[in-house]
């Protein structure tokens, strides 16, 4: 029967109809491969092998989350569970429901799992096509955007089998599938090669510090310690306590000694801090004032920043202007964000988390130097915080932090290896990220036209 063809009409047989939104018939994206196209039905099948929340005990590893980015599967601390969860066997494919099309897909390598019935388990049917092949093609960012632009709006609208199902992709057959997935993983293998070439260059940069100043471990007492024959107990002189804590007692064990003077960072420069201009007031962040946050501060030099704040907004709160060649110290944070630090490569603000460094003595010290050697002594800065849920670090530590000052020219030496040592690490990133793009690039011309 022929179908009339209309302008302003779209005609749908009833067989083809997956979905009950007008939406999902409105995107005209369609996939063009080389390929033939294959329907997800034939190649995937829910498994709905339940475990119910009060048989559940407590063996199987619990998904807590698919990581977006990554595809990287993230499984809960605690093995409890306030609802029914799915059975996944090795090799199970396994999708979130609510953020498939956002890339919540990955393959189970992990062995007999559990999952909440927000996901879905699906078994492969390996006749037709490769597992990590289907995961790249599910996870790729072309068929991605097809799928949000067919993807029900509202958080309630999940992406079941019938969604699912009713998309095809490009498929060649079983021997080229694997051979077009090993080329991507040569790929991404020579990225990860570089990443860690980075990371090994970047810690031996820490290994340099120490050497050129003479860092050893100073195990041996120095007369301040009580020598002890408990195996369990150490003993430390009243007077050699400087504030409470066994987390600082024993960092005491830790303390390296160094052939040059150890001078206090309030010997070197003046230290101040910054402050937040009320978000009440919005005309307060139409400046161009650059206001540097802790989440900037990345062992980078800064050249700009997110937010810009007004003159008004630093009469009118704690917020201070600090000259460009000043240094941050990110007192407090998410994650490894305390301990950081930066260079300020303009005159800018901050918030009341940065410590600035500024008015530095370059008699006594070079800038870049005292900058490497803050970042060489990353750790040792954290273990100066305090505080139960978040430690933070406060003005006082840090002013009263040691700096091991060596001759001008032994720091100008330290600095041009380690500036050299650095941008070696920013180009291996730079290079492994290329690849990593490039790999995704050929892998997607391939599959799709």
Known sequence: MKQTTYKYLKIISFKEVSQWYV?????????HSKYPLVPLRE????????????????????????VFKTGKVVFRDKKVTGMN??????????????????GATALNTFGEIAASTHYQPYSINLNKVDPEFLVMVLRSSYFLSIISGKKAQGIKNESGYNFIG????PLPNLKKQRQIVALYKAKIKDAEDLTLKAEKTEQAINVYLLDMLGGDEANKDDGETCSSNYKYVYFIRYSQLSEWGIEQIQNKQRQRTFKYPIVKVKDLCQLGSGGTPSR??????????????????INEEILDTEEHITEDAIVNSSAKLYPKGSLIIAMYGQGETRGRTAKMGIDATTNQACAVLHNIDNNIVSTDYLWYYLQGRYHDLRS???GNNQ?????????????????????????????QQKILVKQMRHKSQAKRTEALIEFENEIFE
């Open 391 to 419: 430690p933070n670090l406060n003005a006082g530590k840090i002013k009263n932090f040691d700096v091991v000052v060596p001759p001008m020219d032994v720091q100008n030496a330290i600095v041009a290896h380690i500036k």
């Open 43 to 66: 190649l995937i099948a829910p498994k709905k092998n339940v475990i119910k929340k009060e048989e559940y005990d407590g063996s199987l590893p619990i998904v807590e989350k698919i």
């Open 384 to 386: 100066l915080a305090c």
């Open 23 to 31: 939406e999902h018939y409105m995107n005209e994206s369609k996939i």
């Open 85 to 102: 969860l799915y059975f996944l066997q090795q090799g199970d494919l396994l999708i979130s429901n609510i953020n498939f099309h956002q």
């Open 280 to 297: 009440t007031c919005s005309q307060y962040y139409s400046g161009t004032i650059p206001w540097i946050k802790t989440g900037e501060v």
């Open 166 to 169: 009713s998309f095809s992709i």
